[in-house]
């Protein structure tokens, strides 16, 4: 422990006073203390250096290096390795230079005040995020615990739940939990009434979907007109497909090649918070319609880089995965593709003419992978009658990297 130079404390709404012995000597002991204005304003002043968080955070990071070998103190806000600066810390420096002494989380707080199990509770932030995030987690009867970034955001989370039919829904917003200015607001999301929010606050929410709610699982194969497209989109029953070959991991990162309106790279997305995509479309019309479907669907955080797939790959993070939904007959993309793949990588291409198979079975002839044919029907009227309307086959190569 004695090369632990960099300690982590979270610190509560009770400041000082609320910190073990160990947490404690931590914070007294330290030449540097870091932390935001509020966390500071805790810490009598007395003389020690001080470094407050710029805007964006990665900025102090070389200057917290470069005090290396002296007793450097990071001031969190609750469990600094839940959604909180330790995870950022941790990027830039190794485990055994750091201490890190949590205090309770915002989370545990709020379940002892609203009597939530933690485990049944889907724990968000959106702490320097779109509120937009939560869409994926709205859905019948599901709680949510969300980190706030500021006074405004439980008037945007009633927004959202309004505008996707679940009005009645019940917020709870605490406000500087485990001090003397705790407070709880609540309300329903149709008529929140509270404009005299607190900037630090955490909101609960209990999800009640009224008749006119959008139920939008998380599980692959959306509804088609869940996405607003020109038309050129991998139809539902084919994407359910795609994305089970495709396999989404946590944290793993999806080229969408072709991306069109963006309906591979969203799913992809919306399987875990984690999963990354980058939706590379040659037309700007459709860059706009994934940037909309991105919004409406919980993922603002999509990638999106207009051009042709070959001049722009390589200037993309490094995929382990890659869809190409267009272009799979473009001379060498294929190829260039699966260079970009690293040991276990995931291949997948639909193509739906004679020159795409053609580019699919020779690629399968000069490395590996499995060729499907998925032919889909839908009922539809046939005058007074109903009849069988297929769409078009599609030929599909899903290939992993040895």
Same mark, same amino acid.
């Given at each position: 422990m004695t090369d632990r130079w960099l300690s982590v404390v979270g610190i509560g709404e009770d400041g000082l006073e609320g910190l073990t012995p160990r947490a404690r000597m931590l914070v007294d002991?330290?030449?540097? !203390?870091?932390?935001?204005?509020?966390? !500071?304003?805790?810490?009598?002043?007395?003389?020690?250096?001080? !470094?407050?968080?710029?805007?964006?955070?990665?900025?102090?990071m070389p200057h917290i290096a470069e005090r290396r070998g002296s007793m450097v103190c990071v001031l969190a806000t609750g469990d600094p390795m839940f959604f909180g600066i330790g995870v950022t810390l941790a990027k830039h420096f190794d485990a055994d230079e750091m201490d890190v002494v949590p205090s309770l989380s915002a989370f545990s707080l709020a379940a002892s005040r609203l009597g939530w199990p933690l485990a049944?509770?889907?724990? !968000?932030?959106?702490h320097g995020r779109p509120a937009s995030l939560i869409v994926p987690f709205i859905l019948p009867g599901a709680r949510l615990m969300i980190l706030s970034d500021g006074a405004d955001t439980p008037a945007q989370v009633a927004g959202i739940l309004s505008e996707r039919g679940y009005g009645d829904s019940k917020i709870f917003v605490l406000e500087h939990m485990g001090g003397p200015q705790e407070r709880g607001l609540e309300g329903t999301a149709t008529d929140w009434p509270h404009t005299d929010t607190a900037p630090f606050n955490t909101i609960g929410v209990e999800c009640v979907a009224g008749s006119d709610a959008i139920i939008l699982p998380r599980v692959p194969g959306l509804p088609d007109d869940a996405f607003t497209s020109d038309g050129n989109m991998t139809k539902r029953e084919v994407r359910a497909a795609t994305l089970a070959a495709l396999s989404p991991i946590p944290g793993q990162h999806l080229w969408d090649i072709g991306a069109g309106c963006g309906a591979i790279s969203i799913e992809w997305m919306r399987a875990h918070p984690s999963c990354r995509a980058t939706a590379v479309e040659s037309r700007a019309d459709r860059i706009g319609l994934i940037a909309r479907n991105a919004i409406a669907l919980g993922v603002p955080r999509l990638g999106m880089i207009e051009g042709q797939a070959t001049d722009v790959l390589a200037g993309l993070d490094a995929p382990d995965a890659i869809f190409i939904g267009g272009g799979a007959s473009t001379p060498g993309l294929i190829d260039l593709c699966w260079d970009a793949l690293p040991a276990g990588g995931r291949l997948v291409a639909n193509v739906v003419t004679l020159e795409g198979e053609g580019a699919l079975a020779a690629f399968r002839v000069r490395q590996s992978g499995e060729l499907v044919r998925i032919a889909v029907s839908r009922a539809e009227p046939v005058g007074p009658f109903t009849g069988w309307k297929p769409l078009m086959t599609v030929t599909q190569l899903a290939a992993v990297k040895p």
């Open positions: 002991g330290a030449q540097t !203390l870091v932390g935001g204005d509020r966390h !500071l304003a805790m810490i009598p002043e007395d003389g020690r250096e001080r !470094l407050t968080w710029p805007s964006p955070l990665a900025d102090l049944d509770v889907e724990q !968000l932030t959106l």
